[in-house]
């Protein structure tokens, strides 16, 4: 077994570096601890010095559990997992074979009839305990992060704690919230952030809704709040909107439209609205600040921190930030020859500015046309009485495929007159507003559209 390097660098040494050890951890009503406290604590059952060295994967129900156990064990353990709560049981073995594991620190009961014989279980505590680690030789711990693949095994992505935290900036700390959970990049990405700065950090308790996430928040004095899209739709529809007055709103995960970028920034004008484009594999890319969908052009030709490129429509992305492999069996590479990432995300230039079409992989072909639903959502979205749209593939036995949408109105209708009126009307502006093959055949009114666990609208096709 190849041992791993030497490495000062890790969630502990950040956390002393930070110098604000009384900013707090926010994870639910009884899951709560300064950053001070978590790194003199442990949540183990089992000593820690049993993980040294060794491959450890975390699962457990709360994401406070997972933050104690990874502050405890990263420069300690050899390789860290982290499983996601929401991703399904039956990967665990998969998960546990591929990453060689050796240890599984968990608090489901239901653990132990998953794993490989081979696996020993630590049961983490319900809560940290103060524990003299021996912290002496850090090693340079391996983190492996799972993407969210919607049909077989995900796929497992080495990072490392200099891929992952490396190039954030210290900043002046302040109080982050994040719709994300921490055990997937969007929300890994805004702990490291709080952490290594020493800003309060407000995370979702398990089956908490956005609304009441977001009033926990508030009563926390949040001023940096981060989630997808269409997080941000659920919460402008929602009265918990009016209980913050954030300085900062971020998006991420999906392509930010031009309505739910004014949108918030009609609900918080005292806020800077940034939408950022980041992935499991890349890394953060970029950000974008000036209100605007898209991103000008020189931040993709001449970005300072990260290259950039477009290749065959798609974005390319060379960075430190980036994962340094797959490691799956079988897996393609990650990167091209030249240590590029291809995104999967399809740009087109106009007017000096790049925009994001859609997914490469998710397009509708409707008679030989392409048609990227994110495209076709982005107009109806800027419809006034639209809150939010998914638009799906229909099978049609002429065309192979028919655009249909269904959509989540600003305000209920009442009667089923002006719902067709209301349909009607949208499918006239689509017809302004779009080419001929892309204006949808149907406009469904729905009461609301399915978000996965990962802050993203459920894709499923007609």
């Not at 997972?66 to 929401?86: F, K, N, Q, T």
């Not at 230039?349 to 495209?375: M, Q, S």
Request: glycine share 6%; aromatic share 6%; net charge neutral.
């Amino acid at each position: 077994m190849k041992m791993p390097r030497n490495n000062t660098a890790s969630l502990w040494s950040a956390i002393i570096a930070s110098g604000n050890l009384s900013s707090h951890l926010w994870a639910g009503p009884e899951a709560n601890a300064s950053w001070g406290e978590l790194a003199q604590a442990s949540i183990l059952e089992s000593r820690p010095g049993e993980l040294r060295n060794q491959s450890v994967l975390i699962a457990t129900l709360h994401q406070f559990s997972s933050i104690a156990a990874l502050i405890e064990l990263d420069g300690i353990a050899r390789r860290i997992v982290l499983y996601p709560h929401d991703l399904s049981k039956e990967h665990i073995q998969y998960v546990a074979e591929t990453a060689d594991v050796d240890f599984v620190v968990t608090d489901r009961p239901d653990m132990a009839s998953l794993l490989p014989q081979s696996c020993r279980l630590v049961r983490s505590g319900r809560a940290i305990v103060p524990a003299n680690i021996d912290r002496g030789n850090p090693i340079e711990t391996e983190w492996i992060l799972l993407t969210s693949g919607t049909t077989g095994h995900p796929k497992l992505v080495l990072h490392t704690y200099a891929t992952l935290a490396g190039d954030i900036d210290r900043a002046d700390p302040v109080v982050w919230a994040t719709f994300y959970d921490m055990r997937r990049y969007g929300g890994l990405s805004i702990f490291l952030r709080a952490l290594v700065t020493g800003s309060s950090l407000v995370l979702r308790a398990p089956q908490e809704s956005s609304p009441d996430l977001v009033a926990r928040a508030a009563l926390h004095g949040v001023t940096h709040f981060s989630g997808t899209p269409s997080h941000w739709r659920s919460v402008l529809m929602s009265s918990a909107a009016e209980l913050m007055r954030p300085q900062n709103v971020r998006m991420s995960g999906e392509i930010a439209d031009q309505a739910i970028l004014n949108h918030v920034q009609q609900q918080y004008p005292q806020a800077t609205v940034t939408h950022a484009f980041a992935s499991t594999e890349a890394g953060v890319v970029f950000e974008v600040n000036d209100g605007l969908m898209g991103v000008p052009a020189e931040i993709i030709e001449s970005s300072s921190r990260v290259e950039l490129k477009v290749k065959n429509r798609t974005l390319r992305i060379r960075s430190r930030r980036a994962a340094l492999r797959y490691l799956d069996k079988g897996s393609p590479s990650l990167k091209d020859d030249d240590g590029f990432v291809d995104s999967g995300d399809e740009l087109e230039l106009r007017d000096g500015r790049y925009y994001f079409a859609g997914r490469r992989d998710g397009t509708i072909n409707v008679g030989g046309f392409k048609v990227h639903p994110e495209e076709v959502e982005a107009a109806i979205n800027r419809h006034p009485e639209v809150a939010m749209s998914l638009v799906k593939a229909k099978k049609s036995p002429i065309t192979g495929a028919l655009v249909i949408a269904d959509v989540v109105l600003r305000l209920p209708q009442s009667g089923s007159s002006n719902s067709v009126a209301v349909q009607s009307d949208i499918l006239r502006f689509c017809r302004r507003e779009l080419a001929p093959h892309m204006v949808p055949t149907a406009i469904n009114i729905v009461p609301m559209l399915a978000i996965g666990e990962a802050g993203k609208m459920v894709r499923r096709n007609a």
